[in-house]
């Protein structure tokens, strides 16, 4: 967690933990048993925190420091960065742009934030699908200021990359496959890193406006790194509540996206989940999520292990990145 922001003081009340580098150390024994405890979460909330995952602290201050001095910024500043046309998927995003209850067809009013978005880091050699170029490819619109943004954003976004493999090979052992079972569906990976700011509220919100509407993720998983201290996001149970999300402090926040749930037939959730207006998130706060997308043209399609005898699979093959295209346009406030 970012060093220069308060610990978090709460306790992880009931919320799981996993040690990825215990997993790592351990046998082929060891790995199947941690892989079942994975399983267990995945088929009821999706989500856990991952500590042990190695991720240098530096790395992690750095693009914390350098996304609150971004969101610091004026806004004619920022505005410098600003993506250039609804759709586009990377640079600056300012208040009043996205509504992401959107993309489960909830009409809600913009939410509550401003955010800086990111995509790869280089285009994969030989790709030549036009759609891919100009979406997922497309060039992030860097800024200007503050100095050292880009850098510290690229040490984060490949540090990311990583971990993200390693949780996929944990994934892979939580549903009985061997470990590599993923490699090749996310070598050319189009994830994007995403630094999220939600400003001090003055003013009450419009009815059902929220600092992030709410909405399931689109892709394999998601690495999320919350302010420490902080509240506001809250996932759907299966017992049909709301229930706070705790920052945790040295480790991520991990949840499973729509294409793991659709690779799995819904053995596993993608959870629903929020950022709300309640008293204790009034005043501002950070995040950083990475959202780790299989690679463009990965057919996402039912694992057979995951089909029950007799079962069928209950959702038609897609690709990996018209489908995500297809749900970030329409979250997004179309041009006047």
Known sequence: M??????????ARNFPIFD?????????????????????ICRSTGFLAISGHSVPRPVIDAVWRKAHAFFDLPA???????????????????????ALAKSKG??????????????????PEGLDDAQAL???????????????????????????????GRIMRVFAAALDLRETFFDKTIDRPVSALRALNYPQTHVAPQPGQLR?????????????????????LQIFTPEGDWREVPPLDGAFVINIGDLMARWTNDRWVSTLHRVVNSDGSAARRQSLAFFHQP?????????????????SPRYEPVFSGPYLMSKFQATVKPAA
């Open 106 to 123: 909830q009409d809600t009013p913009p939410d509550l934030k401003e955010s800086f978005n990111g995509g790869p880091l280089s285009v």
């Open 212 to 232: 992030a509407g709410a909405h399931t993720d689109y892709g394999s998983l998601t690495i999320l790194l919350p302010q420490p201290g902080s509240s506001g």
């Open 2 to 11: 970012p060093s220069d922001l308060s610990e978090n003081p709460a306790p």
């Open 20 to 40: 990825l580098s215990r997993f790592e150390q351990a046998d082929a024994a060891g790995r199947r048993a941690l892989g079942a405890e994975v399983d267990a």
């Open 134 to 164: 100009a979406f997922c490819y497309a060039a992030t619109i860097w800024p200007e200021e503050p100095a050292g943004f880009r850098a510290a954003w690229e040490a984060y976004y490949r540090a990311m990359e990583d971990l993200a």
């Open 295 to 311: 690679n463009w043209h990965q057919e996402i399609a039912c694992i057979p292990s995951c089909l029950a005898p007799g079962e």
């Open 76 to 98: 004619e500043v920022k505005e410098k960065a600003r993506a250039p046309y609804p759709g586009y998927p990377y640079g600056y995003l300012g208040p009043g742009v996205e």
